[in-house]
T-cell receptor, first 113, second 114 residues
Framework: GNSVTQMEGPVTLSEEAFLTINCTYTATGYPSLFWYVQYPGEGLQLLLKATKADDKGSNKGFEATYRKETTSFHLEKGSVQVSDSAVYFCALSASQGAQKLVFGQGTRLTINP | EAGVAQSPRYKIIEKRQSVAFWCNPISGHATLYWYQQILGQGPKLLIQFQNNGVVDDSQLPKDRFSAERLKGVDSTLKIQPAKLEDSAVYLC????????????FGPGTRLTVT
């Protein structure tokens, strides 16, 4: 079946540091890939998406590139801020059939000033 | 536009008791989802409704969990009887389309079973 594996957390960085959160997936066909973010006390929000190989999703300074050859979708940001502290989830949806989301286990990110 | 509303936000019950969660989706959203998020894991889809019909309930433990969406608007998720392993955050999401990523999530209900 389809699955998503994220790097284990928690991750703690200083402000302005470079961020990478690794995500790899297993899926049949050509899934769409997503990063969701969950800020403290809030619901999950879509951060960025990529629907085909080599697509780059970007939003709020975050980027992720859909790499079919390595089945990866790593999240990056060049300079993190304290306000980026949250839990980040990598997810996929199958290319056919009911388009339900399959999530990774989440990575808690804390940015210190 | 108001977001997805859920209540209660927190609930503590003893094992073998019953509990119900309520979700009010965004107005006009035909598709409604319930997810279970156990601590340290990503959300897992329990059930998906399209209007008041069930699209997918393959991961719903039907011996103890039930859900309904009367009139295709609000939804209730019930657990009876609860087990310790049901401790989790229960998320509701809604969407106006079939597209998976166009879901708007509520803040969730945190359930603790003691």
């Amino acid at each position: 079946g389809n699955s998503v594996t994220q790097m284990e957390g928690p991750v703690t960085l200083s402000e302005e540091a470079f961020l990478t959160i690794n995500c790899t997936y297993t899926a049949t066909g050509y899934p769409s890939l997503f990063w969701y973010v969950q800020y403290p006390g809030e619901g999950l929000q879509l951060l960025l998406k990529a629907t085909k190989a080599d697509d780059k999703g970007s939003n709020k300074g975050f980027e992720a590139t859909y790499r079919k050859e390595t089945t990866s979708f790593h999240l990056e940001k060049g300079s993190v801020q304290v306000s980026d502290s949250a839990v980040y989830f990598c997810a996929l949806s199958a290319s056919q059939g009911a388009q339900k989301l399959v999530f990774g286990q989440g990575t808690r990110l804390t940015i210190n000033p | 536009e108001a977001g997805v509303a859920q209540s209660p936000r927190y609930k503590i019950i003893e094992k073998r008791q019953s509990v119900a969660f309520w979700c009010n989706p965004i107005s006009g959203h035909a598709t409604l989802y319930w997810y279970q998020q156990i601590l340290g894991q990503g959300p897992k889809l329990l059930i998906q409704f399209q209007n008041n019909g069930v699209v997918d309930d393959s991961q719903l433990p039907k011996d103890r969990f039930s859900a309904e969406r009367l009139k295709g608007v609000d939804s209730t998720l019930k657990i009876q009887p609860a087990k310790l392993e049901d401790s989790a955050v229960y998320l509701c999401a809604s969407s106006s389309t079939w597209v998976a990523y166009e879901q708007y999530f509520g803040p969730g209900t945190r359930l603790t079973v003691t």
